[in-house]
C-alpha cells in the first residue's frame, strides 16, 4: 500500500506539472469574461491536486524512513528555513509570523523530517486562522528532549475534535481545508517517539497551541 502511494503520487507528478503548464498558457488568452472566471477554478482546482500529491509523497517518505542522513543541527534554523518558505502565504493574509525566543536548541535527526514537521503545523496554522493573526514559533530544551510550540491566536480547535483532526483528510465542520497536514506531522513524531498536543492557546485570548515534544534519544 505504501509503495503503491509513493509511486502513484509520483507517475502523477508529470501530468499534473502540464495540466499546470497548459491552463497558464490559456491564461495568456483573450478569451471571454466567463471563461476566465472558469479558467481561476481550474487553475485552483490543479493546485489544490499539487498540493494533496506532494503529501503523500511526504507521507510515503515518512513511513518507509530508515535512519539515515542523520545529523546534528540547530531548530532556530529549521524555524528560518521554513518561515523563508512560507512568508509569502502569511503576508498575503496579513498575518505575523515569527520566532518568539533565539535559544539555539540542537538535536540529532533527519533536517528533512524536521523542516517538513515545523512547515506543516505552520502552514496548517496560516491556513485555518483568520487575517490579521499573529503566529507564534518557539523551542527549548525540556526532560531530556526538545519541545516545538507552534501557537496562535485564531478561532483554534474544539476539544472533541483535536484527535480527530490528526486523522488523514478529517475536516472540521464548517472549515473548506482538508488534507494530510497534521497526519503527516503526526508520522513524523511517531518515528521519532514523541508526541503531539493539541491545547488552548495560552498567550492568547483564543487560539490553538501545538506542542511537539520529541526525545533528544530517539531511535528510528
Do not use: W
Not at 50 to 55: G, K, P, V, Y
Not at 151 to 172: A, H, K
Request: hydrophobic residues 35%; glycine residues 6%; proline residues 4%.
Amino acid at each position: 500500500q505504501k509503495r503503491f502511494i509513493a509511486d502513484t503520487s509520483h507517475e502523477l507528478r508529470s501530468p499534473m506539472t502540464a495540466l499546470s503548464l497548459q491552463v497558464e498558457q490559456l491564461a495568456h488568452q483573450n478569451l471571454p469574461d466567463e471563461a476566465k472566471t472558469q479558467l481561476i477554478q481550474v487553475k485552483q482546482g490543479i493546485q489544490r491536486s499539487r498540493n494533496l500529491l506532494e503529501q503523500l509523497l511526504s507521507l510515503a517518505r515518512i513511513q518507509n524512513n530508515k535512519m539515515e542522513n542523520h545529523t546534528d543541527f540547530n531548530i532556530q534554523d529549521i524555524f528560518c528555513s521554513v518561515i523563508e518558505d512560507v512568508l509569502p502565504l502569511a503576508l498575503d493574509k496579513d498575518q505575523d509570523l515569527g520566532v518568539t525566543n533565539d535559544q539555539a536548541v540542537n538535536f540529532h535527526g533527519s533536517e528533512t523530517d524536521l523542516y517538513l514537521l515545523v512547515k506543516t503545523l505552520v502552514d496548517n496554522a496560516i491556513r485555518y486562522t483568520p487575517k490579521g493573526s499573529q503566529i507564534d514559533l518557539s523551542v527549548k530544551e525540556k526532560d531530556g528532549g526538545i519541545q516545538i510550540c507552534v501557537e496562535d491566536n485564531g478561532n483554534g480547535i474544539p476539544p472533541e475534535e483535536r484527535q480527530r483532526v490528526l486523522d488523514p483528510f478529517y475536516r472540521i465542520l464548517g472549515t473548506e481545508q482538508q488534507g494530510l497536514g497534521l497526519a503527516i506531522a503526526e508520522e513524523i513524531v511517531k518515528n521519532y517517539g514523541g508526541k503531539i498536543e493539541l491545547k488552548d492557546s495560552v498567550s492568547f485570548e483564543t487560539g490553538l497551541l501545538v506542542k511537539v515534544k520529541l526525545p533528544t534519544n530517539s531511535q528510528i
